[in-house]
């Protein structure tokens, strides 16, 4: 079946509950056993539960795998695949990944002996070129936050896999209506589903997906050990949503090519970030591997923090806030919001200036962005 008919239908059976349309939300943290030992599939619902068990069958599917566990966060489904090492392991990261996953890399698993490398990774040969004995895990986010770098996803992947590496792709924000990582090569997809798979900025919800039943056991085990498991209404919620993703995310992109025409024209405007670019550096590798080319967008001013918190400041349309991906069209300063927990010469030398913004585009009227974003422009 195509995307979009499996995206409504897969991952729960309405005959089993009734003929209920939608999954029932079952409030229950733990189930009556037949004797000990003996239940009906589920014990306690940190384990396991069927509002959770219908959500994780739909992420598998839309990416293609054979397996999802759902987390409490994007970062609860990150610490769970980082707890798959050890203590001496090593860790080759792109260099501009979100700030909160440096900050997990760099603040928590670094003091339990796991160390990390930052390169940039659209250069495969950086990434040959930091691999140790002790490299491990390879993990990378394509498009990347913030700055839209495009990583070659098969590529980096059939090295990692080469060198008994495993391969992990945030595939936050080209979400699996754009891209699958998994047919790429990748062993795990993770995904913050407070973005995109949720789309309406009311949940907070992450996930992992992979064909490995291996890595999967491992992945599970952690989700249970550690306890980072979503909600019941949570997993309803993001299911909900990812019932219409597939129409969010095109009338999403359709939008964010109409904004990215008005900043290309614009004076205050000296660099736009969107791989549909053709001065894009990673384009080619963009149209290969992605259905479209999204609807994220970084573009920078020539002008100082400051400057930068002025042009977000006090819009009417787009929506101040550290997301994206919902029906809501967002906007942001990562050198004063996402990325200000990497320092200041980190985030310069990654390219992440201080006159940097970003845009999530959503489903409104795209006259009205554009609108709202001149008016933004004009006040600095």
């Not at 409504?8 to 409030?27: Q, S, T, W």
């Not at 085990?221 to 219409?244: E, M, W």
Request: net charge negative; with cysteine.
């Amino acid at each position: 079946m195509h995307f979009d008919t499996r995206a409504i239908h897969d991952g729960y059976d309405p005959v089993k509950h009734f003929g209920a349309v939608n999954p029932p939300v079952f409030l229950s943290s733990t189930f009556a056993q037949h004797s000990p030992g003996k239940h009906a599939g589920y014990e306690y619902a940190r384990s396991g539960n069927p509002t959770r068990e219908a959500l994780e069958g739909v992420l598998a599917s839309l990416e293609e795998g054979q397996y999802a566990c759902a987390f409490s966060s994007g970062l609860a489904a990150t610490d769970s695949i980082i707890k798959l090492l050890n203590a001496g392991d090593h860790v080759i990261m792109a260099d501009d990944v979100y700030g909160g996953t440096f900050r997990i890399f760099d603040k928590t698993f670094k003091r339990f002996g796991v160390d990390f490398t930052m390169v940039d990774t659209t250069v495969v040969a950086n990434v040959e070129k930091a691999i140790t004995p002790r490299t491990k895990m390879l993990f990378i986010e394509s498009p990347s936050n913030p700055l839209l770098k495009i990583n070659d996803i098969e590529a980096l992947c059939r090295l990692a896999r080469s060198r008994k590496i495993i391969s992990v792709v945030d595939n936050t924000f080209a979400t699996p209506y754009l891209q699958q990582p998994l047919n790429l090569g990748a062993d795990i997809v993770m995904h913050s589903a407070t973005k995109y798979l949720g789309g309406h900025s009311d949940v907070i919800l992450g996930a992992a997906i992979t064909r490995d039943a291996n890595l999967h056991q491992h992945i599970k085990f952690n989700q249970n050990a550690s306890g980072g498991v979503p909600g019941f209404l949570d997993c309803y919620l993001v299911h909900r949503g990812i019932k219409t993703l597939g129409v969010r995310v095109e009338r999403a992109c359709d939008n964010a090519e109409q904004v990215v025409s008005f900043l290309l024209e614009h004076k205050k405007v000296t660099r736009v970030h969107y791989p549909a670019l053709e001065k894009h550096p990673n384009h080619k590798v963009a149209a290969r591997q992605m259905k479209r080319f999204g609807a994220m967008i970084a573009f920078e001013i020539d002008g100082s923090v400051a400057d930068g918190e002025r042009v977000v400041s006090g819009r009417k349309v787009w929506t101040l806030g550290e997301s994206l991906g919902g029906v809501e069209s967002l906007l942001e300063h990562p050198a004063s919001m996402t990325h200000a927990s990497i320092p200041r010469e980190l985030r310069l030398k990654a390219g992440l200036t201080d006159g940097l913004i970003r845009l999530s585009c959503g489903i409104e009227h795209a006259d009205d962005l554009i609108a709202d974003l001149e008016e933004g422009l004009a006040s600095y």
